[in-house]
């Protein structure tokens, strides 16, 4: 009985994992940019749905309409604005370019928030339900529900839109679908946004659950890296099963090993990934480029 | 290096920098300002723990940002050894080293083979496991309270009353890393980590051993910055894993690296002493206020950095700095630039009749190569003699350049054996292995290490056989003379127009001293004097001493280069056999026009 109840922690858990992953691995997919400041713009999402609380008194789960617009538009601003420059130049240098947003990121969320850690006491939150032995948290049932809903929507919007299409177009030949028509800098845009939208989602939605600080991103960012290596770099599906499977072993082995080793079993587990099948369980976008294959 | 260095103190290039580091090593023993000689203590150790994760991120372009693991790893390991076995750290830097050199080849080995951000993210990960172990175990390391050093003053605790101590101490340990980058960047693993960080594919063909050069590089900047964190925790006299393992100390050493310039000895120096001072007079002028300002302010610069100057501000200060040494006068018998060296030939031509007995350089036994379903070679044999030259030719999708990647080694075939100089090449697993029996290649999509010099490009080739600079260099103005682009020696490869890239290709290849050279359509976009010219240069290379392949499309080359022609079609070997008899084959013209055309 209790293995059942840390496994579904750990389901519960990975669904926040999957939803923060998911705009990751979209974005790698259609741009090959791994964005380093992934963390930050779930940071200033959290801080975002946490000030429409304390300031304008909105419920979380309502100011994601703000939020979620909000963060499609902070993801076309870092595209434009630091990633477009610098799209064919060679990939250290979008890894220092995001490495210094994320920086700056973090200490101007230090400097003007300070580093206090903030929450919000939203009694839902806590509100759990008793199925037998087996208690379920609501509010983490809705993340774990909202991650599985937003991988099929993306799925959906991919395969059956005419935009959807466009993006994944780009991402399997930019050059080929350039003469198409297609013009990449607006997918690579959009779909910096929508990856960045899906990141805010989760900001939302995990701001009653979670303590928010500066570096709260910093945190989450390298599970997400985790996830969606050990899912296949681009693999929509894959970073949802990846964030369920790294949040079972979160789980697993914060209970029956040692909670402070937690981490360092599923960062082995990234490594050992790396080391044995780079392009993931679920095979990665790109991965000639990559050279991983 | 050493001798080198007192013959030309005369030259302003060589006295310059000299007086700038006396004058420093000056300041670090004198001032008795406890402000300053802060400052320049850390100027020091950053300009030297930045030099230090240049080595693998400037020069070999393996992006770590994990570089925290070995800080906080030597850092530790000598601050325990002190702090609970009384163990003094003038002895613990070796072991802090050891420690940091066993890491780099437990991490480097695996994660090396990753590419790009692959490496980084690993390296990312590797740190934050080791900052978890840190704090978990606490026995040993206090875990996050924090680990003090005692304050016992002595030369051999590198513990020192006066500061002045410390600032010579950590100019020492900066000087230290500056020659040991020179002697790098002028070293054969110098030339190799340069080249495989442009093309490595490329690199491997000429000899180089990727990955044995990369974990070398590895090792060294590791042990280094494990070097660097013992005098610093000396220094500050207290650890914490949340700080000494922290992601910003790696981000920092690479930040240096980047503003002065990537892959260049001066630049994390020049890093260090921009940022460093601007991150502490920031903190002093906003006070303890505002927390995290100057980090802002840095992120800023690397963004910046990265968008605008790219190479960093080397090299945009790099022409006033010649100008002024060109202004500076010259002392003694350095006195004079060197005079152009001559260069003579010392190829010499055997006018090798080809031997078509005894037994072949290269043979190839019913060579198959499947991708997937799709079989793309099937049964192929042929065998070439020393000093023959052999064409292949063929449509389109033949499988030309297939079969070279076989018998090159590059791939392994699905069935068949092709034994080069008595071995079977399809057991050998890398390629850097081929290139050292004898055998060299081209690249039909030219792959030159753009950001090096041609002389440069040419000398990562000749170091397949040579391990000192000065004879690899000889080599490759012979090749260079002999490809006719003696002239443009100095020159950056990528600014080379595509006919002279191609001859670098050859040269390339020509400079590990091939038994074999596998040419892959190196007319391909050459004008017909350009083909005349690379006609000539074949048949040189030929009367020279070396066996060739060439896959070309070029009919009116092909045909007057090669001995013997093999037609390949669809997977197949069409025929084989001297130039007019295959332009006159039946089989062949049916290969390349389809059914219906004859021979006039």
Same mark, same amino acid.
């Given at each position: 009985m209790v293995f059942l109840q840390v496994l579904i922690n750990g389901l519960f858990l990975g669904g926040v994992y999957a939803l923060i992953s998911l705009g990751l691995t979209l974005i790698f997919g259609v741009i090959r940019v791994i964005n380093f400041a992934h963390g930050e713009i779930l940071m200033i999402s959290m801080y975002a749905s946490f000030f429409c609380f304390s300031i304008l008194g909105l419920n979380p789960y309502l100011s994601l309409i703000i939020v979620i617009p909000g963060m499609f538009l902070v993801g076309v601003l870092i595209d434009q604005v630091i990633i477009r420059p610098i799209r064919n130049a060679p990939s250290y240098m979008q890894i220092f370019a995001t490495v210094g947003l994320s920086v700056v990121l973090i200490n101007l969320a230090l400097v003007f928030f300070s580093g206090d850690y903030r929450s919000i006491n939203l009694a839902f939150a806590k509100q759990v339900v008793h199925m037998g032995d087996i208690g379920i948290s609501l509010s983490r049932f809705i993340v774990f529900i909202s991650a599985i809903a937003v991988a099929w929507l993306v799925w959906l919007f991919l395969d059956k839109t005419d935009m959807g299409k466009q993006i994944r177009a780009i991402a399997q030949d930019r050059d080929a679908a350039r003469l198409m028509g297609i013009n990449p800098n607006k997918i690579y845009m959009i779909t910096f946004g929508i990856g960045s939208a899906m990141v805010g989602l989760a900001g939302g939605l995990i701001m009653p659950l979670y303590y928010v600080f500066p570096s709260v991103g910093a945190y989450f960012v390298l599970t997400a890296f985790v996830v969606v290596v050990l899912g296949g770099l681009g693999n929509m599906v894959g970073a949802l099963l990846g964030g369920l499977i790294i949040g079972v072993i979160d789980s697993l082995s914060g209970f029956y090993l040692d909670p402070a080793l937690k981490e360092m079993v599923y960062f082995l587990v990234f490594l050992g990934v790396l080391l044995f099948r780079p392009s993931g369980l679920m095979g990665m976008i790109g991965a000639e480029e990559m050279g991983l294959k | 290096m050493l001798g080198s260095y007192f013959k030309n103190i005369g030259a302003p290039g060589v006295y310059f920098p000299s007086l700038i580091l006396l004058a420093l090593l000056a300041v670090a023993a004198l001032v008795p300002n406890e402000f300053y000689l802060n400052l320049f203590f850390m100027i020091f150790m950053f300009a030297g723990l930045s030099g230090a994760w240049n080595i693998i991120g400037g020069y070999a372009g393996q992006i770590s940002l994990g570089h925290a693991a070995f800080y906080g790893v030597g850092a530790y390991t000598s601050a325990v050894l002190f702090a609970k076995l009384g163990l003094p750290p003038v002895l613990g830097i070796f072991a802090s080293m050891g420690v940091a050199v066993v890491l780099a080849f437990i991490i480097g080995y695996p994660c090396l083979r990753l590419k790009g951000p692959f490496f980084t993210l690993a390296t990312l990960a590797v740190a934050e496991v080791l900052q978890l172990l840190a704090v978990y175990f606490r026995g040993l390391t206090e875990g996050s309270e924090g680990l003090s050093i005692p304050y016992e003053p002595a030369w051999y605790n590198l513990i020192f009353a006066s500061k002045n101590s410390y600032a010579v101490l950590a100019f020492g340990y900066m000087v230290l890393v500056l020659v040991i980058t020179l002697v790098l960047e002028r070293s054969k693993l110098g030339y190799q980590l340069t080249a495989l960080r442009d093309e490595d594919q490329a690199a491997e063909s000429l000899g180089v051993n990727t990955s044995r050069a990369k974990i070398a590089a590895f090792v060294l900047s590791g042990a280094l910055t494990a070097l660097g964190a013992v005098i610093v925790s000396q220094y500050v006299l207290f650890l914490e894993p949340h700080s000494d393992f922290s992601v910003n100390v790696s981000v920092e050493l690479a930040l240096m690296s980047m503003v002065g310039g990537? =892959?260049?000895?001066?630049g994390p120096l020049i890093g260090a002493a921009i940022l460093i001072p601007l991150g502490e007079f920031l903190r002093a002028w906003v006070g303890g206020g505002i927390q995290g300002l100057h980090y802002v302010i840095y992120g800023c610069i690397l963004i910046l950095v990265v968008m605008?100057?790219?190479? =960093?501000i080397k090299a945009l200060v790099e022409n006033k700095y010649q100008a002024l040494m060109a202004l500076l006068p010259r002392f003694g018998a350095a006195a004079r630039p060197q005079p152009e060296e001559e260069v003579h030939l010392h190829f010499e031509s055997h006018e090798a009749e080809a031997v078509k007995e005894g037994r072949p350089l290269i043979a190839a036994h019913e060579i198959s190569k499947d991708f997937g379903g799709l079989r793309v070679l099937s049964g192929i044999s042929f065998a070439v003699h020393p000093g023959e030259i052999l064409g292949i030719i063929g449509p389109n999708g033949a499988g030309k350049t297939t079969l070279f990647n076989v018998i090159s080694g590059v791939y392994r075939p699905t069935k068949g054996r092709v034994e080069f100089d008595g071995q079977d090449i399809t057991q050998i697993r890398r390629i850097h292995q081929v290139c050292h029996l004898g055998m060299g290649r081209t690249y039909q999509i030219v792959k030159p290490f753009g950001n090096m010099s041609v002389l440069d490009n040419v000398m990562v080739g000749a170091f397949c056989n040579q391990a000192g600079s000065a004879t690899a260099r000889e080599i490759a103005l012979e090749v260079l003379a002999l490809v006719g682009l003696l002239d443009k020696k100095d020159q950056e490869a990528k600014s080379l127009t595509l006919a002279n890239m191609k001859r670098l290709e050859m040269a390339r290849a020509l400079a590990t001293k091939p038994k074999l050279l596998l040419l892959d359509e190196v007319m391909a976009g050459l004008n017909p004097n350009e083909i005349d010219e690379a006609i000539k240069l074949i048949r040189d290379i030929r009367d020279y001493g070396s066996t060739v392949i060439v896959v070309e499309h070029v009919m009116r080359a092909i045909m007057s280069l090669s001995e013997r022609i093999m037609v390949i079609a669809q997977g197949e070997k069409v025929t084989e056999g001297l130039p007019r008899e295959v332009i006159a084959d039946q089989r062949v013209i049916k290969a390349y026009l389809g059914d219906g055309f004859e021979l006039a």
């Open positions: - | 990537l =892959g260049t000895a001066v605008f100057m790219p190479h =960093g």
